[in-house]
């Protein structure tokens, strides 16, 4: 067996290992801090149509970087879920706008705490300026950011 097979930190010479490592524990988190219901997708969601009410689904999709079939998944479930509501496009009738649900308004209340607690979790070991750093360097893995 190679002496890197037996070395469990080999991996952490590669960026994507460690991206996805990083995103396991996010997850983990946010589970156990936020919501085992609401992913941090739709939460985003909710942040985007809080500041943004009236963007249609492809705006939608656009701005949280997911093809038109997830964004359509995620529309659907969230409508069931009664956290936001959609209506006809008055400008293009092949189209979608979305908007919060009094419920939506709520749960992004309630969620909104539980997020910034997260952070605070996952950039404990970090200072200030470490926590700055990291995510502008992530933004710079990332297109068009």
């Not at 890197?4 to 990083?22: M, Q």
């Not at 249609?56 to 409508?79: K, W, Y």
């Not at 419920?103 to 539980?114: E, I």
Request: cysteine-free; glycine content about 4%; aromatic content about 4%.
């Amino acid at each position: 067996m190679p002496a890197e097979i037996d070395n469990p930190n080999a991996l952490s010479k590669f960026t994507g290992s460690l991206v996805r490592r990083a995103q396991q524990r996010h997850l983990a988190v946010w589970q156990s801090e936020v919501s085992t219901e609401i992913t941090s997708v739709q939460y985003a969601a909710l942040e985007i149509l809080r500041r943004a009410p009236g963007v249609n689904q492809r705006q939608l999709g656009e701005e949280l970087d997911v093809d038109r079939s997830t964004i359509a998944d995620l529309v659907a479930r969230m409508v069931r879920n009664g956290l936001i509501e959609r209506s006809d496009d008055p400008v293009d009738k092949r189209s979608y706008v979305l908007f919060l649900t009094p419920a939506g308004k709520k749960q992004l209340s309630v969620l909104r705490p539980r997020v910034e607690k997260v952070e605070r979790v996952l950039t404990a070991k970090l200072t200030a300026e470490e926590g700055r750093e990291l995510r502008r360097l992530l933004s710079a893995l990332l297109p068009d950011v």
